[in-house]
């Protein structure tokens, strides 16, 4: 079965075309969100296909950036070597080779450096969105400190 990707707009509606008779639709995806992400699509051409439906607010650059992570949440944390497996303006997702102390709601601290010719350091307290074995998917407390240095890494293209 064909698989369409579609971004989800901040009304919560999508639009896209049909890959076999290209007929365009636009949808209101409300009822999904948090819920449902891929959807079996039957068109009036009679075919189907699958829908994957991206609710993100901002791209996600795949990396793999070396860095430290420091759980302030906890008193006498230490600071853990990670690495960053995404990157977003929002927010990224790191993992560490051993088991850390560090749960949902949790205060981090992140420090890594771009892999660009300045090697700019990003310093950034996040708070942890979720966590699945040893991986953390963590939003930027202050998303606008830095910004700039991050929009411009975001937009280059991955090596």
Request: hydrophobic share 35%.
């Amino acid at each position: 079965m064909e698989i369409i990707r579609a971004n989800v707009n901040g009304e919560n509606r999508v639009t896209f075309l049909c890959p076999h008779c290209e007929r365009p639709y636009q949808v209101s995806v409300w009822e999904y969100k948090n819920v449902k992400h891929k959807l079996a699509v039957r068109c009036s051409c009679k075919e189907q296909f699958e829908l994957h439906l991206n609710f993100r607010r901002s791209h996600r650059k795949n990396v793999i950036l070396v860095g430290e992570a420091k759980n302030l949440s906890m008193h006498n944390s230490s600071w853990t070597v990670m690495t960053i497996m995404n990157l977003s303006i929002g927010g990224l997702r790191f993992k560490v080779l051993e088991p850390i102390s560090m749960q949902k709601g949790d205060t981090v601290r992140v420090r890594f450096t771009l892999d660009t010719p300045q090697e700019e350091v990003v310093d950034k307290q996040v708070v942890v969105r979720n966590s699945r074995d040893n991986e953390f998917g963590c939003e930027f407390m202050s998303p606008t400190d830095g910004e700039q240095d991050l929009s411009s890494y975001l937009l280059e293209p991955s090596a």
